[in-house]
């Protein structure tokens, strides 16, 4: 481990709007953490949410030494939050996943195993059950869309490159972090683009997704859609540019 290295491994958990699930997600966390027999961190980064989610990870922190956070005093976006927790973070593997747990957190073993086994990184590859909530239909449509319309646009080799269930060693992975631009929902696609263009050799490991009838997503379809393809255009730029 290198001298900045103090335990085997950061999960970052970027927080906006969670307070209705966050304390049962962490429970389930740590008790999936625990069983792993592995030093780690948990790094909560709370992106100045409006509803009790602040008050809640301060009570989750309090006399835990495994665990820490940072309280933006402002909205950062997920990208630019899950990168500064990748940069904080001081396990020698660092990841995140999207912490209501609709990829449950069961399936870290797997993802770390692809690690240990020689990757440089392993995420979700999402096995959708999708039901028939008008919401939920709609959003597994665009994301169908945006698989289909990412394979088009870039050449990598990854069918589901948005996935919030990613997980690096983290002196590979950094040297990217310090690349990418976009601050908001992109930032997902945009690192395993560059991932794969630095020559890391990330795996997608099979992974249930199960969305919550009881949660309210922060997604607004037409909103984030429209963001979606002014990154993916801000992207192809840059990447046009050599930038």
Known sequence: MTAATTCELTVVVA????ESHLRESVRQLVATLDALGRSYELLFLEDCSRDRTADVVRELIAGQPHMRAVFHTQNVGRGGTVAEGFRLARGRIVGFLDIDLEVHC?????????IDQGAD???AFREYEVGWRPTAFVRHVLSQGYRWLFRRLFDVPFRDPETGFKFFV???IL???AKTRDPGWFWDSEIMILAHQ??????EVPCRF???ADKASTVR???DVLRYLVAIRAFRKRQQQGA
């Open 121 to 123: 990184g392993a995420t």
């Open 210 to 212: 199960e969305r919550r």
């Open 198 to 203: 630095a020559g890391l050799r990330v795996v």
């Open 15 to 18: 927080c906006y709007q969670e």
């Open 175 to 177: 040297p990217v972090v």
């Open 221 to 223: 379809i037409v909103r």
């Open 106 to 114: 069961r399936y870290l073993p797997a993802v770390l195993q692809a």
């Open 170 to 172: 983290r002196d590979r």
